[in-house]
């Protein structure tokens, strides 16, 4: 910690720079800082402005906040980019993200301006710790992400992952165990091949730059290019749908340890009738033993749980304001909800005795495209 506290200089102003610069008066910083992360971060914050610093300083356990993909409402987003923001929640305030590298531009494209009616998908992942662009369409409808766009907040950085041999759009994507998966979906047009294959790229390798894509056992037809899917890591394998709501649906299940494909339980593709998500403590984990998938009926509003055992799913809680729902991210004992058409996340904590459900306003001018749970920005205050 001493490092990020800077040193007063040896004047007359000696002393009362090593007071202003002291976390615990009597003990050095580091020890201060030891007995500081015993408390929660909530408390600390509101105490004194060094204590503030220091929760948001990168030798300070990271908690966690709730990142936000926007995009301005139509007919405002036709020519408008794609905007990233947190949710501090110990300020409660939004605060951007820095902008992503301009070399080259990122065009996403939400609508267009012959299809105001129609959202054109956008796919992120939280991946070990970090947000991950990994497929999207531009404005000449091919695919806007060559490579993903990958954000860290404790470094505060974007960068760039390996190139994908098949850029595309409109696919099947997901984690597990620190590994982003890419499968089906479609190039510039579509193309058999590229619609029954599976790409997998290893984040835990630490140079982005020499890693690359590895191509896996792929899918037995087509038909999960139909629409953006999400694959969810649960239990050490990937779940998929090929179409999303309560529509009649086909389901696959990849088997990440032995590179296989198998069919979906019949009670977990029976009630996944909305858009869905899995809760684990962290991505780089191989015990998946608490591993818990969600999945919200948009049209009913009932938050439910898979029950592997018994093959079904279990109700939550139910609620109108969770209809509509259209994207879903877990984690640290919250399930947060994009719905509304993009105007509201609604947040539950899962892991009260009784749910409870508040909803958290975009920032103003803005849409929801997805959210996601990562750990805090580092910054000065």
């Not at 890693?211 to 896996?216: A, E, I, M, P």
């Not at 858009?275 to 015990?287: G, Q």
């Amino acid at each position: 910690m001493d490092q990020d506290i800077p040193k007063p200089k040896r004047n007359k102003n000696t002393q009362n720079s090593s007071n202003e610069c002291s976390l615990l008066p009597g003990l050095p910083n580091h020890l201060a800082q030891l007995c500081l992360t015993r408390i929660q971060p909530s408390t600390l914050y509101f105490v004194c402005r060094s204590w503030r610093r220091l929760i948001y300083s990168p030798s300070f356990p990271p908690f966690f906040a709730l990142y936000a993909i926007l995009s301005p409402p139509p007919p405002l987003n036709c020519n408008s980019s794609i905007e990233f923001y947190s949710l501090d929640p110990l300020s409660n305030n939004w605060t951007s993200l820095p902008p992503p590298p301009s070399d080259p531009p990122l065009h996403l494209l939400r609508r267009h301006p012959s299809f105001l009616s129609r959202k054109i998908p956008i796919q992120s992942l939280s991946v070990s710790g970090s947000l991950v662009l990994v497929a999207a369409t531009n404005y000449n409808f091919t695919p806007a992400l060559p490579r993903p766009l990958v954000f860290r907040p404790l470094s505060n950085q974007w960068s760039f992952g390996p190139p994908l041999a098949e850029p595309r759009r409109w696919c099947a994507t997901g984690t597990v165990g620190g590994k982003v998966y890419v499968a089906s979906g479609i190039g510039s047009n579509y193309r058999g091949d590229v619609a029954r294959s599976m790409e997998e790229w290893d984040m835990k390798k630490k140079k982005e730059a020499s890693s690359s894509w590895v191509k896996k056992a792929g899918l037995k037809d087509g038909r999960f290019s139909r629409e953006a899917v999400e694959a969810i890591g649960y239990r050490g394998k990937l779940w998929m749908v090929n179409v999303k709501g309560n529509a009649r649906k086909e389901g696959a299940v990849y088997d990440v340890e032995n590179d296989t494909w198998q069919d979906m339980p019949q009670g977990m593709i029976g009630g996944w009738n909305g858009p869905a998500a899995a809760s684990i403590n962290d991505d780089d984990d191989d015990d998946h033993d608490h591993d818990v998938m969600y999945v919200v009926d948009e049209s009913t509003g009932v938050l439910s749980k898979y029950d592997d055992e018994n093959d079904c799913w279990e109700m939550v809680v139910e609620s109108d304001v969770l209809r509509e729902a259209e994207q879903v991210c877990a984690g640290r004992g919250r399930v947060c909800v994009v719905c509304a058409n993009e105007k509201r996340i609604a947040v539950v904590d899962v892991v009260a005795p009784q749910p409870r459900i508040w909803v958290v306003e975009p920032p103003p001018m803005l849409q929801v495209v997805a959210v996601h749970i990562l750990p805090r920005m580092c910054r000065s205050e």
